[in-house]
């Protein structure tokens, strides 16, 4: 019999109770079934394999073997497990050989509980040579592999060597395994279990909830002054995270900050270890920094008082937003997860993707995946409800996003689509060429430029037809007819306007295009700028 799960909760961790599916996971794994745990950041993932890991152990099953891709985690993992009094170790490149094939002793005779490695190790001949002997000696008791979504291009941080770890299956057919995650949405879910082999596991998914994030995504103007504000008004002092998509971006918001006097710090892959080291301790240590940083920043950071997440350029998709904002607010207090998107970010991401030299059938996933980041942009009802649903999860409005707190007003762009569209229609059958948001704009409004004249365009039937709305209103028909795939920019060619498949609907009057208001800057800024 191997002690009660409740008894080493409390006596080694010194928790009162389990959270959430977390009994339940362990109880499965202590009795040897298979698990796909499914958990959003700070759901308490460590838990479900040391316990068992520890069950196990002293059930006389032996050492469980933790597949961690982040250096800096298991270092944190272990130190933590050595003052429970848990026998834990680490196998990764910062250990001296010596040290290494000290742990390495150890853990072939069975006395440690829990080995964190990296997946490069793990799948070593060498490694799964000891491991096949501990196998035969009865002391290979469980694997844990986390970060589990690794395994799949379509999660948000492939790497290919996740992809060896089925010779863990192959080899010891009968060791249970758990794999777990904080972000998967159906695709990766599906990939995981397909690629580690773990079709018949049985799954916990938790919800991806996180009802203290309040969701805002504006319509960037400034992101740089719509940034300081939001910071100013509501975050002063405090911490938080600002994404940007280029390291150049980083600098400069990280300058802008501090001149504003705001406690402000870049982290990205092009600055020395030391430097990013020196910040990131920072961060951690001191109260009120903001750190801005590319997405290099953040894997395996807890911190638990960050009370916002902004991004002041638009992520690639659902996923790599979701684990941006599951930054914030980690000690259940309210933080908010802050966004400024408009028309380049979409132009941006989507020459990327065509940029890539990854192939075909990858490209259409990751601009499916785009698409809906973009409709979750665009949204006019409940951010959550959207968010949850992209994880399969249903739910009511939550009361705690932007258009669930200050519903926006909603116009009816149906007309000005139709009309935006025509005119690209027209533009290309008398030019024979595509031209970019600009210009069809200016076509539309009825603006005699001079690139208006030089083709001719003054002379189009659709010259002038958009004169009755404001180039703020366009702008938003523009990026809502791209959301919902019923316009296209080609990146390749200037980023130029291309009608769809999609395109006709609108045309014909069969999809009607519901738009957001454009929000006007508010009063105060107005204010100053007349002064
Ligand atoms: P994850 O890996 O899912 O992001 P962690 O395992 O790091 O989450 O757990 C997040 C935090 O919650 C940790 O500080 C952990 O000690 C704490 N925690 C986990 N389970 C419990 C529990 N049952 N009771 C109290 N605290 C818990
Ligand atoms: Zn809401």
Known sequence: MSPAPNAILHEIFGYEQFRGPQAAIVDHVIAGGDALVLMPTGGGKSLCYQIPAIARQRAGHGVTIVVSPLIALMHDQVGALHEAGVEAAFLNSTLS???????EKRMLRGEVTLVYAAPERVTTPRFLSQLQAM?????????AIDEAHCVSQWGHDFRPEYRALTALHERFPGVPRMALTATADDITRADILERLQLGDARQ???SFDRPNIRYTIVEKKDATAQLLRFIEREHEGEAGIVYCQTRKRVEEIAATL????????????GLDQDVRQANQDRFLREEGIVMAATIAFGMGIDKPDVRFVAHVDMPKNIEGYYQETGRGGR????????????LQDVVNQRRMIDESPAGDEFKQVMRGKLDALLALAEATDCRRVRLLAYFGEASKPCGNCDNCLNPPAVWDGTDAARKLLSTIYRVQQQSGISFGAGHIMDILRGKPTEKVKQFDHERLSTFGIGAGFSEAQLRGVLRQLIAIGALSVDSEAFNTLRLTEGSRAVLKGELSVRLRESVSLPPERSRRRAD
């Open 331 to 342: 000690d259940g207090l309210p933080a908010d997860a802050w966004m400024a998107y408009g």
């Open 135 to 143: 196998h035969d000696n009865g002391r290979l008791s469980l694997f």
């Open 258 to 269: 501090s001149q504003q006097g705001i406690r402000a710090l870049p982290y990205h892959a």
């Open 97 to 103: 050989m010596e040290d290494a094939s000290s742990v």
């Open 204 to 206: 916990f998914i938790s």
